[in-house]
């Protein structure tokens, strides 16, 4: 053979030797291993949440009520996305109400269950809105809820102190009328039916202030039921919760009607 010739052989030899499928399988598992970490959907939560809603007894809630846990703890302490102040209060007031259900699926009213689906979708669509900021330290949220039974009053007052949210309490609608001229309120809190003006009536009233045009009002009642939310809504209610309830479910539900929209 001639030197070119041998020279030529080398070449193919030492090519034909050299690991192709190493060489193109490397950069793959480099790009695995380096793969930022995939962050916590709410996608599950809302799935399982709204299967909540259409499933009867305790026993069969019970299976979903734990995988739901599970979910909104790890969103919970994974995501970077939610920020302190009102969503972070939030995500941590909706795990410890799920929590509670946990342990006692038969307090999963249907009320409940709703306030727990309208939470989980108000927070997937106040983070999918854009860039989160977490709010001022000095950002101070105010309530006034107004009942003529002293029990609920104090009641819905520790459901606020959970929340994070200055309360202002008042036994009668005329009284709550006059504070809401004296202070700024971010959310009612009225009973529906109360003697003298009605939770209807005192929201009626509360409305013609263009102050309070778009401020969440949220009926406390006895019924719960397709009925309550025609009402509520016909009204001027944002909202409503049905008797009993839990102070993590008012809180929970105040909480998701003060995020931003």
Known sequence: KTPETQTSDQTDVSSSTEPESVGDAMPLVADISHSPPKQPSLQNCKAISQKLLTTQGGASRYPLLLELH????AFSEQSQSVPLGLAGNLCDALDGLVHHLCHQPGAATSSTLRTVFQAINSLDAFLKHGPVVAPPKD???????????PEVL???QGSLEIAGIRAD???????????SKQHGYDIFLFDMMMPGLTGFELCEKIRESSRYKATPVVFITG???FDSRIR????GGSDFIAKPFMPTELAVK????????
Request: proline fraction near 2%.
């Open 154 to 156: 104090a009641l819905v």
């Open 223 to 225: 019924a719960d039921g």
């Open 70 to 73: 599970e979910s909104l703890h």
């Open 254 to 261: 105040v909480l998701f009607h003060l995020l931003p929209r």
């Open 139 to 149: 950002l101070e949220y105010r309530a006034l809820a107004v009942d003529d039974q």
């Open 169 to 179: 309490t008042s036994k009668d609608a005329t009284e709550a009328l006059a504070l």
């Open 232 to 235: 509520s809504a016909s009204r």
